[in-house]
């Protein structure tokens, strides 16, 4: 593997340890570059029960309605994040503008 003279062991390391935790989440490695270490990770919308939600929503007269919009706002958009090692050996993680 070569990588430029920033990157040393332990960041490699935790570069890889925060990849494979981003992966646990959901997230598939779309793109991936060993010289310059970086991943764009991707994750789905998910699919929301929205007559649960009207269900639940109704049977507590109202009050599910926050955790619903919450729901709705959270988990219907796909998600694109960056994660890398900087010139300075420091890991960022970003998110990635989405079309």
Known sequence: METYQFTNEKNLATFYEM????????FVIVEHNEKLPYVVLSKEKKAIKHSL????????FGLWSIVWLYLIIALSRK???????DEDGNLFEDKCLSA
Request: glycine share 4%.
């Open 19 to 26: 990849i494979s935790a981003k992966k646990r989440n959901g």
């Open 53 to 60: 939600h009207l269900f639940l929503t109704c049977l507590t």
């Open 79 to 85: 998600k694109n994040i960056l994660v890398a090692v």
